[in-house]
């Protein structure tokens, strides 16, 4: 099974499905710790998230072990951001289900976390709008795709 799961990989580019234990779902992200500053500065530059963002914020995001939800600035930012990141397969594709699941993001309107359904409906009306701040998320992301392990500076 995890040989055809490799095979599958290889030939449609895609990660298969996120890895579970107990309950939880995972990103299964592998970004290195100059990728994850580089996200933390995007994320605060185009205001994804209410309040500061640090390094260790984005790293215990990831690794779906944050203390308390992260606040959502707006909705559609996030989803952009989580979208893009799957799309540059640095996170699994369903990523969607791992922010519900585990409970990581509140929503900027409610308060309550993220529901699969509030961030599939927030990345379709990202989609249908293609302002500023949704494409220098897709820029962002891009670049943090292309670093290197020794690349540590960001131009966002």
């Known amino acids: 099974a995890d040989a055809e799961q490799m095979i599958n990989e290889l030939n449609t580019g895609r990660a298969g499905p996120t890895e579970t234990t107990e309950g ?14 580089a996200l933390a500065v995007l994320a605060v530059k185009v205001q994804i998230f209410k309040g500061e963002i640090s390094v260790a ?7 779906c072990q944050v203390a308390k939800p992260l606040k959502s600035a707006n909705n559609r930012r996030v989803a952009v951001l989580f979208d893009e990141l799957a799309d540059a397969r640095l996170i699994k594709r369903d990523w ?15 308060d309550a976390p993220l529901s699969r359904s509030a961030l599939s409906s927030a990345l379709a009306e990202a989609k249908t709008e293609n ?25 966002f």
């Open 24 to 37: 939880k779902t995972y990103f299964m992200s592998s970004l290195s710790e100059a990728q994850k500053a």
């Open 57 to 63: 914020d984005i790293s215990a995001l990831l690794d």
């Open 96 to 110: 969607q289900k791992v922010v519900a699941v585990n409970r990581l993001i509140l929503s900027s309107a409610t």
């Open 131 to 155: 302002s500023a701040t949704t494409v220098a998320i897709r820029k962002g992301v891009r670049q943090v795709a292309s670093m290197t392990e020794n690349d540590s500076t960001s131009t």
